[in-house]
């Protein structure tokens, strides 16, 4: 079941915070987070586990709330670097089948 | 390698036609995964391989499209008479166990059928 991420997409001045959404119908055991740059690659973030955690470095973070069943990245005083696509890719059973959102488009303008 | 490498970069091929692309995952990575992704959409499950064990076929959209991985390294995804709704970017991704530390991409193979 492909997990629902929102906004679909976001434009933010440089500096500004910004806050994506990622959420399944299903008890997750680990959501994934990537970021996309056009015509590049899929880079990973980060990782967080059930067990309810939240996780960061730099100025992205994330938290992972597993009764709701849901996922959020946080993005603060952004940079004109992070413009990209975000995608959410969620596990439901511990095993190797990552499952992804349709993304989240982002662009920082100066 | 490096990085998870994938060949061609770029496949131009006549609707009807087979098609081979091939993936070289990070050297130690026990597990590789397909996903295909089209134009503007998000990352779509095809397959994946983990060590020895069978692997997970449950997204490949059609019995034109297998996967192979050799010797637990080099897999090479197949998709026999083309079609068009085929034409996407085609991404091979590995890691070590199950992913803790994440999956690393390829760049893809730009696959268009005409």
């Known amino acids: 079941q492909q997990p629902v991420q929102s906004p679909q997409a976001v434009i933010l001045r440089e500096g500004e915070d910004a806050v994506i959404n990622c959420s399944s119908s299903?008890?997750?055991?680990?959501v994934h987070w990537y970021r996309q740059k056009h015509g590049e690659a899929p880079v990973f973030l980060m990782i967080?586990?059930?067990?309810?955690e939240q996780k960061g470095h730099d100025k992205i973070s994330a938290s992972f709330n597993e009764k709701k069943q849901q996922s959020s990245l946080y993005l603060t005083a952004s940079q004109l670097s992070y413009s990209g696509t975000y995608f959410c890719?969620?596990?439901?059973?511990?095993?190797?089948?990552?499952?992804f959102g349709a993304g989240t488009r982002l662009f920082v303008k100066a | 390698g490096a990085g998870v490498s994938q060949s061609p970069s770029n496949k131009v091929t006549e609707k009807g036609k087979d098609v081979e692309l091939r993936c070289d995952p990070i050297?130690?990575?026990?597990?590789l995964y397909w996903y295909r992704q089209s134009l503007g959409q998000g990352l779509e499950f095809l397959i994946y391989?983990?060590?020895?064990?069978?692997?997970?076929k449950s997204g490949l959209p059609s019995d034109r499209f297998s996967a192979e991985r050799t010797g637990g390294s080099v897999s090479t995804l197949t998709i026999q008479r083309t079609q068009q709704e085929d034409s996407a970017v085609y991404l091979c991704?590995?890691?070590?166990?199950?992913?803790?530390?994440?999956?690393?991409f390829g760049s893809g193979t730009r696959l268009t059928i005409v």
């Open positions: 991704a590995s890691s070590l166990g199950q992913g803790v530390d994440g999956y690393t």
């Open positions: 299903k008890a997750l055991y680990s």
């Open positions: 967080l586990l059930k067990g309810g």
């Open positions: 890719g969620t596990d439901h059973t511990g095993g190797f089948k990552t499952i």
């Open positions: 050297s130690g990575h026990t597990a």
């Open positions: 391989f983990q060590g020895n064990s069978a692997p997970d």
